[in-house]
């Protein structure tokens, strides 16, 4: 069985394990905390970053873009439509969309609440900046009108199809969603969407985590929220 190590609130984590669970592969999830750097964690990946993918016999899988393609390459059935469309122009448009979540979504607004309400939770002394959160919010809006507009247009964020576009931008806002951080009110047409999304089987999973001491803000395990 594969084994990824992961942190439960990583949205890149949370890509690959809605990889998993759409393509019906059982997992076992080993949480780790990155940012403590711990040597174990070093010797396999010394960015100190998550995912890792472990499958027996073969060398560790280290990070999300890695991840995802071994996940796609290995283990997409070839019985129910993959996570990457078979046309080029939707294909383009999955990994555009992609990019800008993994990347320009996660530069401007997720790393930085994750950072200020989860990692310093864990450094002595430190307290979330009321600054940095109040400009990742404020970024966060701007992307949220871009994601409505494109969600009034088109069934998935990057055409008529699911795609793991989809998987990568619930994934981030599932996170965001757990701290409190995303104004469904509004953004009607991305809660919509993301209301069909979380209504998936391979959602459940994300659904039942817990961080200790932190619990989920209301409405986060809510189908109808």
Do not use: C
């Amino acid at each position: 069985m594969p084994r990824l190590v992961q942190h439960r609130l990583d949205p890149a984590s949370r890509l690959a394990r809605l990889m998993l669970a759409e393509y019906g592969v059982p997992v076992d999830l080993e949480d780790i905390k990155p940012w403590t750097r711990e040597p174990q964690l070093l010797e396999i990946n010394p960015a100190a970053t998550v995912p890792i993918l472990i499958e027996d016999g073969e060398p560790p899988v280290v990070g999300v873009l890695a991840v995802i393609n071994a996940i796609e390459a290995n283990h997409a059935p070839s019985a129910v439509a993959g996570l990457f469309p078979a046309r080029a122009r939707e294909r383009a448009e999955t990994w555009r969309l992609l990019e800008w979540v993994l990347m320009k979504l996660n530069d401007e607004v997720t790393r930085y609440i994750i950072e200020e309400k989860i990692v310093k939770r864990d450094r002595r002394g430190a307290t979330p900046e009321p600054g940095v959160l109040r400009v990742a919010k404020a970024n966060l809006v701007e992307h949220m009108l871009y994601f409505n507009w494109l969600f009034a247009t088109r069934h998935w964020i990057a055409g008529d199809s699911m795609t793991l576009a989809d998987f990568a931008l619930a994934a981030h806002l599932s996170s965001l969603d757990y701290l409190g951080d995303v104004s469904w009110d509004t953004s009607v047409e991305t809660r919509q969407w993301y209301a069909r999304i979380k209504s998936r089987p391979a959602f459940r999973t994300l659904l039942n985590d817990r961080v200790v001491g932190m619990p989920a803000a209301a409405g986060y395990a809510d189908l109808d929220f």
